[in-house]
Each structure stands twice: as C-alpha cells, then as structure tokens.
C-alpha cells in the first residue's frame, strides 16, 4: 500500500531547469510526487480547456492516497461474498450469504479503526474516500451504497468492492432504479484488480451480465475469471464446464488473447473433491497489486457539447502546454527512479493477513512440496530415488576420475530438448563444487532439475538445501 511505502522510502529530490531558477521539487513518496505535479502543472491545463466537463472529474488527494481497490463482479450466488470473507478469514459488516440474492448493495469494504457501516450518502461527502463523484448517480444509488469498515490485515493493503448479484430479466434490471452497469463502468475505471465470478454449477450468462462485460470492455488488462465452486463437481464434468465458459467468454470478451482463468472453491469448508482445489496463483495476483496511475473516465460528447458556448474557449496557452511536456519529458522520468526505490523497499508479500498468510511459507504454501520444493521434509536426498537409473547413463559417458567434462554431459542433457539457457542454468545448479565438471551426484542432480523442468516447473535461483548431494553438503 502506499502507506507502507510512505513509510519506507527516502528522501527524493530534483529541480526542474528550464531556464529559470526554481526551487527544487522535494517528494517523499511518488504518490506525494504525483499529487503536486498533477495540481502545480496538469490541473491547470485541464482546468483552462474544461477537460473536467468532456472527459473526467478532476482528480483529488484521496484518488492518490487511497489503498489498491479490487472490484468484485458476478451473478447472484457465484460468492462473491463468501470469496471477501475467504481472503480476510473474518466475518464483515453487512455481509449477509445465502443462495438467494442476498447482497443488494454495493459495498467497500476498507480498513477502518473500529467495525461500522457507512451509508453511501456520507461516503460522497467525505474528502479522505475515493467515492465523491457517485453522488452523480443519484439517491436511488447511494441508498444502495456503503461503506464496511473494519479492523483487518488484509485491509491495510487493499479495499474490496463487493457488489449486488446480477440478475436476468427486464424487470429486475429496471427495479434497481439506476444505472447498473454505469456504476460498474465507473468502479472499473477506478479499481485496479476487476475479478469475475462464476458458478461451475450455472454457467449461464444472462443479458444484464453480458451487457456489464461489454461496459467492461476498455479494462480486460484488470480482468481475471474465476470459476468457483469446483470442489463440488467431479475433474472430467469439472473439464467440460471449463470449456463451455472459455467458448461464452470468447464470444463476449474480445481480447487477441485468451482470457485467463482461475480454478477453485474459495471457502473454509473441507473440499468435496480434493483434487480441484484452489489454484494459488489468483492469491499470487492479488497480492502483488500495486498501483500508481492517473485514472480517466470515458464520456458521451454529444450531449456535453449541445450546451456549450464556444465562444468562451480560452486559446492556445503555450506555457500551460510547455509544463506539462516538461512534468512528462523530465518529472515523471525522474519520478521512476523513486518507484524503483519504493519497489525495492516493499516487502515480499504486499498483502498480509487473512488467507493470504497460508500462501507463503509452511507445507501449504504455494509450490511447497513440489518441483524443486519436493522432497524438502524427507531425510533421504530426494534425487536418491532415481540415481540408478541416472547412473546408468552417467557410466555411459566414460567419466574419468570419477567425473565426466561439461561435452560429455551436454550430450547427454540436450535430448531434453530443453533451450541452451535453462540447460545452462541446470548446469550452474548441478555443478555445485565449481569445477567444470559432474560426478555422479552432480550428474543425478542435473537430470532430477532437468524432470523438475519438464514436468512444468520453474528452476530455484539457487540450489535449495535439500538438494545438495550428500557428499557436498560440507563445502555448501
């Protein structure tokens, strides 16, 4: 989060040269960085040629400060709900999950000190949230609008979005009194993670869904698909209902690439069908978010300009166009050495707490146990099992001293077929005295990474204790 950086970074500073003395520019965070430089030089170009009236609001501290924010989008009873409460482990204010829709409103749920519920009428009003220019949506809105605050370490690094289950039919489009999928075009201009739900028992994309994606449209860089509740039906039915939803989304989403999509059952119950648990990497992607970005909203022009006097445009100010190509050719370029710092600064895991503390480290951790992790509680070197076989070959390549040379390996390593740089790679692990050459460990070694890498996994940055050959493990 931004607070977290705050808190870690150094002193930045440089001064802007362009003919002119001026006092250097001093920023503590790129998001101080990017407050002052949107208000000294980009405000007042959009403030002089009313971009604010044609394209998007003006941006205000709180659009800066404010925590990474995932949006939260589905049919009613896909768990949305249950997926809030399956990252934070911890009950919310308002929550309600039931198989019926339940959830009617949309609600942020963000940190707060203290447990309450903010009503949507407030939350327009206050200047430390990000929710000010919903107010344009009107009462029918914001009655249907709050705000759960909570205590949670979850919170501390990222807001979510839950909102209101998407129905079928006409009348239940036109009950909600306001523009559903406008609001969501909103949020989505906004929130930096936009993650679909849906249902492995009901696949089934009503019109209003379908016309949401389509508002959707502009943000597929944000989009991840989750399909939930896999736990609940068997791997063959679990591959069919794969299929049909990448064909529905195919025909709705329009990206050149396929969209992807994460496989599971986000709830604390023991899964029905263990082997279709959760895939990890949709915690993984949720928990890097990071964001520094200058949001803008898309417009109708037609309707803006209809009541426009062009008579009062103000003309050409170069000054105002010099400044901002400055902030773009100098400030900002400069400003990215400071992400850089506040980037190395950050901790490995962004966000903490809840589900996530499962996802890093102990025996469920994501990977453990597997590839290159395998083997890492067994007493046995885990390359042991498969020696024999590895010194078969190892024997064939006439070693000398004990040893065959990086040639008589290299034979041998590229029927793997794998590129010359994994094998590279695989070579720098396995030869782990340095000398140039493999001895049968070594060599049983480099074929173990080499399966560890044809069977999908990624190599270690460095060779992990567990599989040092024994004989190494002194000199390691």
């Known amino acids: 989060s931004r607070e977290?950086?705050?808190?870690?970074?150094p002193m930045f500073s440089w001064s802007n040269k362009d003919g002119k003395k001026k006092d250097p520019e001093l920023f503590q965070t790129v998001s101080d960085g990017l407050k002052r430089l949107y208000r000294t030089k980009l405000f007042p170009l959009e403030d002089t040629y009313r971009f604010h009236d044609f394209h998007s609001p003006a941006l205000e501290d709180a659009d800066f400060d404010n925590k990474p924010m995932v949006l939260l989008v589905g049919q009613y009873s896909t768990?949305?709900?249950?997926?809030?409460?399956?990252?934070?482990?911890?009950d919310f204010p308002g929550m309600r999950i039931g198989p019926e829709p339940t959830t009617d409103s949309f609600i942020a749920v963000m940190h707060g000190d203290q447990e309450g519920l903010i009503p949507g009428n407030a939350l327009?009003?206050?200047?430390?949230?990000p929710f000010r220019k919903l107010n344009a949506f009107g009462n029918a809105f914001l009655n249907r609008f709050i705000c759960a605050q909570m205590p949670n370490p979850v919170l501390d690094s990222i807001s979510i979005i839950d909102t209101p289950g998407i129905l079928s039919g006409e009348k239940q489009r036109i009950s909600r009194g306001y523009d559903f999928?406008?609001?969501?075009?909103?949020?989505?201009?906004?929130?930096?993670?936009i993650i679909l739900l849906?249902?492995?028992?009901k696949l089934d994309i009503s019109d209003e869904f379908s016309e949401v994606i389509r508002a959707l449209k502009n943000h597929e860089d944000k989009m991840r698909v989750v399909l939930n509740k896999a736990d609940q039906i068997g791997t063959q039915q679990l591959m069919r209902v794969y299929g049909a939803l990448m064909w529905s989304l195919g025909k709705i989403v329009n990206t050149p690439e396929v969209i992807r999509v994460y496989i599971g059952s986000f709830w604390a119950?023991?899964?029905?069908?263990?082997?279709?648990?959760?895939?990890?990497?949709?915690?993984?992607?949720?928990?890097?978010?990071?964001?520094?970005?200058l949001n803008s909203v898309k417009c109708r022009y037609g309707n803006i300009l209809a009541g426009q006097d062009f008579t009062k445009f103000q003309g050409l100010k170069p000054k105002l166009l010099e400044a901002v190509e400055d902030m773009l050719a100098n400030d900002i370029a400069k400003l990215m050495t400071l992400v850089r710092q506040e980037e190395a600064a950050m901790p490995s895991q962004a966000v903490q707490g809840g589900a996530f503390d499962g996802t890093m480290n102990g025996p469920f951790g994501h990977g453990y146990g597997e590839g290159?992790?395998?083997?890492i509680d067994e007493l046995e070197w885990i390359v042991a099992r498969d020696k024999p076989t590895y010194d078969e070959i190892f024997y064939t390549l006439s070693p000398v001293n004990g040893k065959v040379s990086g040639a008589m390996a290299k034979k041998e390593m590229v029927k793997s077929k794998l590129p010359n740089n994994v094998l590279g790679k695989i070579w720098k692990l396995a030869d782990v005295d340095n000398d140039g050459y493999l001895d049968d460990e070594e060599f049983a070694l480099a074929n173990h990474l080499i399966k560890v890498k044809l069977e999908g996994h990624e190599l270690p940055a460095d060779l992990p204790d567990h599989l040092v050959p024994p004989s190494k493990r002194g000199q390691h």
């Open 4 to 9: 977290q950086l705050s808190a870690a970074s």
């Open 79 to 90: 768990g949305k709900t249950t997926f809030i409460r399956h990252l934070m482990e911890q």
């Open 124 to 129: 327009v009003v206050d200047p430390k949230k």
């Open 181 to 193: 999928a406008a609001v969501l075009e909103w949020f989505a201009e906004r929130v930096d993670r």
């Open 198 to 201: 849906f249902d492995a028992h």
């Open 269 to 293: 119950q023991p899964l029905l069908v263990p082997d279709n648990r959760f895939m990890q990497g949709l915690k993984k992607n949720i928990r890097s978010l990071l964001v520094i970005s």
């Open 372 to 375: 290159a992790s395998e083997g």
